[in-house]
């Protein structure tokens, strides 16, 4: 299977807080959540649709798996949505070394070595492993080279706080442009996939 992401980042790369601030969020100074909400048009929301429904997997970090549980898993309203369909019908994977017992039907707990249990994923016949969310997953699994392809919905705000996609020091990617399209609404969807390293230019001694 083709590892996969879909995020919603802001400009300044923050990925934190997309649907809105929870109490953790608040208790840690975060107050800008809610920044996605209604951000992209019908023509993205169809989009982010059509991608869930044709992921053949789904593998989560613990916090999104436990958000996305709480609601696609547990909402009947949510359940029946085409987005929901999809998540509980697929096999889902949840990475977390605290989590113990998935209450998500079809949940399988990764824990032990990640990126051997990742490798042996991609390795079986499929279409698409899909991560949505999950920064803190997808950081790891770009500094383990694991990603086939990243699809960024950009959402045109500057947050100025809030944990962002993107280290501040963290393994240099260059990547190659796959599709792109802004919407309506100025929100952007971008689709990348990994090519290596960057190429930088040699220091000119002499300029120095």
């Given at each position: 299977m083709k590892l996969t992401t879909m995020t919603q980042i802001t400009i300044d790369g923050v990925v934190q807080?997309?649907?809105?601030?929870?109490?953790?969020d608040r208790g840690s100074?975060?107050?800008?959540?809610?920044?996605?909400?209604?951000?992209?048009?019908?023509?993205?929301?169809?989009?982010?649709t059509a991608t869930y429904q044709r992921a053949d997997a789904f593998l989560f970090?613990?916090?999104t798996y436990e958000l996305f549980a709480g609601s696609w898993g547990a909402i009947e309203q949510m359940r029946t949505d085409p987005i929901g369909v999809a998540l509980n019908q697929a096999p889902k994977y949840v990475a977390s070394?605290?989590?113990?017992?998935?209450?998500?039907?079809?949940?399988?707990?990764?824990s032990d070595d990640l990126a051997a249990a990742v490798g042996e994923l991609k390795a079986k016949p499929g279409g698409e492993l899909q991560v949505h969310g999950s920064g803190t997953l997808v950081r790891?699994?770009?500094?383990?080279?694991?990603?086939?392809?990243?699809?960024?919905?950009?959402?045109?705000?500057?947050?100025g706080q809030g944990a962002r996609l993107f280290p501040a020091a963290g393994p240099d990617i260059a990547?190659?442009?796959?599709?792109?399209?802004?919407?309506?609404?100025?929100?952007?969807?971008?689709?990348?996939?990994?090519?290596?390293?960057?190429?930088y230019a040699p220091v000119d001694l002499d300029a120095l």
């Open positions: 807080g997309n649907g809105g601030a929870s109490a953790q100074g975060f107050d800008r959540g809610g920044w996605a909400k209604g951000a992209g048009d019908d023509g993205t929301r169809a989009l982010i970090g613990r916090r070394s605290t989590l113990t017992e998935p209450r998500w039907a079809d949940t399988t707990l990764l790891w699994l770009l500094a383990h080279e694991l990603v086939d392809e990243m699809t960024l919905i950009i959402v045109p705000v500057i947050l990547l190659d442009l796959v599709d792109s399209r802004p919407d309506s609404n100025g929100v952007m969807v971008a689709v990348y996939r990994p090519a290596g390293r960057p190429r």
